[in-house]
């Protein structure tokens, strides 16, 4: 072992499925691409994402185990419980039983070791792996070569036989042997073949095989981009292929093995993809993909209790996530320029998204992807969104479109600037009902007047008058309404229009715009002054955030 490595304890297993969740990000896109089995629907990424999110949110919570709190076992039964409770999709139940194969392993040495295991060898590792093949095969009802399987049974074989080096050299080895058996899934499987594609779950699991060499080791390695080949899966071949209208999923309680046998052969009468997944106390984890998704739950409730029952459109990708699967209950999200907005916005409690900071213009720069992915890093059910005039249109509706097909409660709230998504979130319960909450905070953002402070580049003509080059521009809705010598006397004309019909506060956001000469405090002093003598009984608040573009928001409440 080297000088860096570290033992595989109970934080290290956490930390692990922490990078996991933090790289599954990261590649979401290249494994949804490459989902051609068992149904084409590009959402093997995100199933494995939410799966091991929720993993990691009852590691986090400090499931129940025996051992103390330094004990593996304890954090990998608290993995297995959050995966199983919260498996999204084939991917996630698939990866359900990798997890549970670690916390069986684990949990028997733990007992040999009299009731608590500090940390887990290169050995376990491998035998943890391939017991994780026996669950998968077990719960599938058989292999099919070729896919997630094949590459977890190629990575088990590699740790166990490389065991002997130690715990960095086994992992190693696991995720070279990996690469070679993901490689090899085309000439396994006809339709990864016929995609020119891998399979996307083995390309998932090396993600979590190369987190876990970053955890152990410092760093993982390089690895290809994994792309669909330019003769992709061509329209005929979808056609011999028709999906299943729907994708069922429960919980299944109070079940014995023989029932769950029945259940097994009636679902294969109703549909394809079957996936029962055993956990302790006659409880299991049920899949399918079937066109009859009333007749698939009718055969659960014959065979015992359901809970968290999931019917998703297999065309659609719509789903019905339960909240349970994440790491909190709501959110807000806010889209924000400049490093002084970020530090406010996050000081407020949101979550936060920028524009990339070389983006010529902030307000075109982010895509739907992008909104996505920050989306599902909040790692809460209900997401309140605050655009704050930095997504373009098209992309947020497709943004918050997909987000929800992905099981995330989108609320988006319309708010056209930074001094807007101020308002709405100081009226933010995260305690209220959701449509209470959203109506609240689209009210306030509504009833926040706003404007902008710019500095003109050239001489042009305004409805305001001509302006020359160098004069401040005060701006609302979209028009130049106030021309002035500077930034200042703009601002001032600006506040007064907006504070015509009264206000209690106005909110004055400092961006980058500011003229290089133009002192930012002694421009705060001079509004301060201004809104003091002419408006009694409003507060002027004044924060620096350096945004882009503008030299100054100006809002009124």
């Known amino acids: 072992m080297g000088t860096s490595d570290r033992p595989l304890d109970a934080a290290a297993l956490r930390d692990w499925a922490h990078a996991a969740v933090s790289d599954l990000i990261t590649h979401i896109d290249e494994i949804n691409r490459?989902?051609?089995?068992?149904?084409?629907?590009?959402?093997?990424?995100?199933?494995?994402?939410?799966?091991?999110?929720?993993?990691?949110?009852?590691?986090?919570?400090?499931?129940s185990a025996d051992g103390g709190p330094g004990c593996v076992a304890r954090v990998a039964s608290a993995l297995s419980v959050g995966a199983l409770n919260g498996a999204r999709g084939n991917s996630g139940v698939i990866l359900s039983q990798i997890l549970r194969g670690i916390a069986d392993v684990t949990a028997t040495a733990a007992v040999d070791a009299g009731g608590e295991l500090r940390v887990m060898d290169a050995a376990l590792l491998g035998a943890a792996l391939g017991?994780?093949?026996?669950?998968?095969?077990?719960?599938?009802?058989?292999?099919?070569?070729g896919t997630i399987v094949s590459v977890l049974r190629a990575a088990a074989e590699a740790v166990e036989e490389s065991a002997p080096d130690g715990m960095a050299a086994a992992i190693t080895a696991g995720g070279d042997a990996a690469v070679v058996a993901l490689e090899k899934t085309p000439e396994q499987l006809e339709v990864l073949a016929d995609?020119?594609?891998?399979d996307a779950g083995g390309r998932g699991l090396l993600v979590l095989l190369d987190a876990l060499r970053s955890t152990v080791g410092g760093q993982a390695p390089a690895r290809t981009v994994y792309e669909l080949a330019p003769r992709a899966l061509t329209a005929a071949t979808v056609a011999d292929r028709p999906a299943p209208q729907f994708e069922v999923m429960y919980l299944l309680a109070g079940?014995?093995?023989?029932?769950?046998?029945?259940?097994?052969?009636?679902?294969?009468?109703?549909?394809?993809?079957?996936?029962?997944?055993?956990?302790?106390?006659?409880?299991?984890?049920?899949?399918?993909?079937?066109?009859?998704?009333?007749?698939?739950?009718?055969?659960?409730?014959?065979?015992?209790?359901?809970?968290?029952?999931?019917?998703?459109?297999?065309?659609?990708?719509?789903?019905?996530?339960?909240?349970?699967?994440?790491t909190r209950e709501r959110a807000v999200l806010a889209v924000v320029d400049g490093d002084g907005a970020a530090e406010l916005f996050e000081g407020e409690g949101a979550c936060v998204l920028r524009p990339a900071s070389d983006a010529p213009d902030p307000a075109a720069d982010l895509s739907a992807h992008q909104l996505v992915r920050a989306l599902v890093d909040t790692g809460a059910a209900q997401v309140m969104v605050l655009p704050n005039g930095y997504v373009a249109a098209e992309e947020l509706v497709a943004g918050c479109t997909a987000a929800i097909g992905w099981g995330i409660d989108v609320v988006p709230i319309p708010t056209e600037s930074m001094v807007q998504g101020l308002a709405a979130l100081a009226v933010h319960e995260k305690g209220a009902h959701a449509v209470d909450d959203g109506y609240t905070m689209a009210h306030a953002a509504g009833g926040a007047r706003h404007g902008s402070v710019r500095i003109a580049t050239e001489s042009a003509l305004t409805w305001a008058g001509r302006c020359q080059r160098g004069d401040g521009l005060g701006i609302a809705g979209g028009e130049v309404l106030i021309v002035a010598p500077d930034a200042a006397a703009a601002?001032?004309?600006?506040?007064?229009?907006?504070?015509?019909?009264?206000?209690?506060?106005?909110?004055?956001?400092?961006?980058?715009?500011?003229?290089?000469?133009?002192?930012?405090?002694?421009?705060?002093?001079?509004?301060?002054?201004?809104?003091?003598?002419?408006?009694?009984?409003?507060?002027?608040?004044?924060?620096?955030t350096g945004h882009r573009g503008d030299a100054l928001l100006i809002g009124v409440e």
Do not use: K
């Open 34 to 63: 490459l989902n051609v089995f068992p149904v084409a629907d590009s959402d093997t990424g995100a199933n494995m994402l939410f799966t091991m999110r929720s993993a990691l949110a009852e590691a986090n919570a400090g499931g």
């Open 131 to 145: 017991r994780g093949v026996e669950l998968i095969i077990t719960s599938m009802g058989q292999e099919v070569p």
């Open 195 to 198: 995609a020119g594609a891998v």
């Open 255 to 326: 079940c014995d093995a023989a029932a769950a046998d029945v259940l097994r052969e009636r679902l294969q009468e109703l549909g394809e993809s079957v996936a029962i997944a055993a956990a302790p106390s006659d409880n299991y984890s049920v899949h399918v993909h079937t066109d009859d998704a009333g007749a698939a739950v009718e055969a659960g409730l014959a065979a015992g209790q359901l809970s968290r029952i999931v019917v998703s459109a297999l065309s659609s990708g719509i789903t019905g996530l339960p909240a349970g699967s994440w």
């Open 491 to 544: 601002a001032i004309g600006l506040i007064d229009l907006l504070l015509a019909s009264g206000g209690d506060l106005a909110t004055v956001l400092v961006g980058a715009g500011m003229p290089a000469d133009a002192d930012a405090t002694a421009v705060g002093d001079i509004l301060a002054d201004h809104v003091h003598d002419n408006h009694p009984g409003t507060e002027l608040v004044i924060y620096r």
